[in-house]
């Protein structure tokens, strides 16, 4: 029967860094995965050039129901350890804002990198594999039953190691290769799991706010969504399915099923205000013709139709209460997402296993 000291199953980012690790600590490592290439979920993320690390990495950025749990492990290898793997593998970077580190040319320069670490410790993957069952030994170490991926009838074989890593990543983007089996392993081994859910991920609409997106499909503009405590400046996208954009895949984070989404379309500008003053110096422009100056012109254009507002009327035909209702649902515009696109496009999942099961 094949031996080993550590088993990682899953190829993915988290995977490939532990099996580096662990194999330069002078450990004998396999890496398994089902899949037919190793970080397919890397060579998709940051839009082709994944966003690999952030310059202000730190425990209270990390959702969690243990929001300790993070604090071991950033302690004994930080941001500034990846960017000095980064630099020594000569990719080039770039920032593209707050924090945020992109690759200038593709993230399969962070897989490649990966690869690379795992080539030199030793760690030796094995793709195409799936794990059919796991059990613990009488020894602590564990069985594992093999087989090909693709060939569930064939027979499979066993496989004997000191330690496991579960490393399958969460549910989102099920066609790169997820699965549930990690959480389902963990229920197995009695660990407590908080049902995942789709995060980072955009919100679909119905009825008139759908048609509005639909419209309005490709633009984009700048604002500040709240929901739930928390807010994000940032920009929004509208898609043929609804809202996503920067903005509204942070707050995703934060949103549940039911709850209303407030838009400030004109984050850091006092629109009542700004509007009397227009109406002074323009008495004759027109609505449209103001919001177009603050938003592009396709959105402010079926923005206002959709909301009911006149879009030819001047600013001097507008009375105060008017524009404080035009200037309050600018500002805090109200829209009730019917739901997410889930994990076909998700970027992540929230929940899992519960932290404080573990120790750190
Ligand atoms: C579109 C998109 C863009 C993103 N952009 C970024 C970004 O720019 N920056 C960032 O930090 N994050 C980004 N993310 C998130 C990031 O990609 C993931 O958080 C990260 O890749 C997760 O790594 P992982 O190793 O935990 O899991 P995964 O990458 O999901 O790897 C898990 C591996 O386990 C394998 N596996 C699953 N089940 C089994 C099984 N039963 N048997 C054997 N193998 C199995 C899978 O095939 C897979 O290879 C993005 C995600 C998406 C979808």
Redesign the pocket.
């Known amino acids: 029967m094949e031996q080993t000291d550590v088993v990682i199953?899953?190829?993915?980012?988290?995977?490939l860094m532990c099996a580096a690790h662990t194999a330069r600590a002078g450990k004998q490592v396999l890496v398994?995965?089902?899949?037919n290439k190793?970080?397919?979920?890397?060579l998709?993320?940051?839009g082709g050039r994944?966003?690999?690390t952030n310059y202000y990495v730190e425990p209270n950025r990390y959702l969690s129901h243990n929001p300790h749990f993070c604090k071991s492990a950033l302690s004994q290898y930080s941001q500034w350890d990846f960017i000095g793997l980064v630099g020594e593998h000569g990719i080039p970077y770039h920032e593209k804002k707050d924090g945020q580190l992109f690759c200038d040319n593709k993230s399969s320069d962070i897989l490649n990198m990966l690869l690379s670490e795992c080539e030199q410790a030793g760690a030796r993957i094995r793709l195409s594999?799936?794990?059919r069952s796991v059990e613990q030994t009488e020894e602590g170490g564990f069985l594992l039953e093999l087989g090909a991926a693709k060939a569930p009838e064939q027979s499979g074989y066993t496989l004997k190691t000191k330690k496991l890593v579960v490393?399958?990543?969460?549910p989102?983007?099920p066609t790169?290769?997820?699965?549930g089996?990690?959480f389902q392993l963990a229920k197995d081994f009695g660990l407590k799991v908080y049902e995942p859910v789709a995060a980072l991920v955009p919100f679909t609409l119905t009825s008139q706010l759908k048609q509005l997106s639909v419209d309005l499909s490709g633009n984009a503009c700048l604002v500040e969504v709240s929901c739930n405590g928390q807010s994000f400046l940032d920009d929004m996208l509208f898609t043929h399915r609804g809202l996503s954009g920067p903005a509204m895949l942070q707050i995703s984070s934060y949103w549940k099923p039911g709850d209303t989404l407030t838009i400030d379309l004109l984050p850091g500008l006092d629109a009542a205000e700004q509007l009397r003053a227009d109406q002074h110096s323009h008495p004759k422009q027109q609505l449209k013709t103001w919001l177009s100056h603050k938003l592009n012109q396709t959105i402010a254009e079926k923005w206002l139709e959709v909301m009911g507002f006149r879009l030819d009327a001047t600013l001097a035909s507008m009375n105060g209460e008017q524009m404080d209702a035009l200037a309050k649902v600018l500002h805090e515009w109200q829209v009730k997402p019917s739901g997410t696109e889930g994990y076909r496009t998700?970027?992540?999942a929230l929940g899992g296993v519960d932290t404080n099961e573990l120790s750190s």
């Open positions: 199953i899953g190829a993915g980012a988290a995977g398994l995965d089902h899949a190793a970080g397919k979920k890397i998709m993320s940051g994944c966003n690999f594999t799936s794990v490393a399958t990543g969460g989102s983007i790169l290769g997820a699965t089996f990690g998700a970027e992540v």
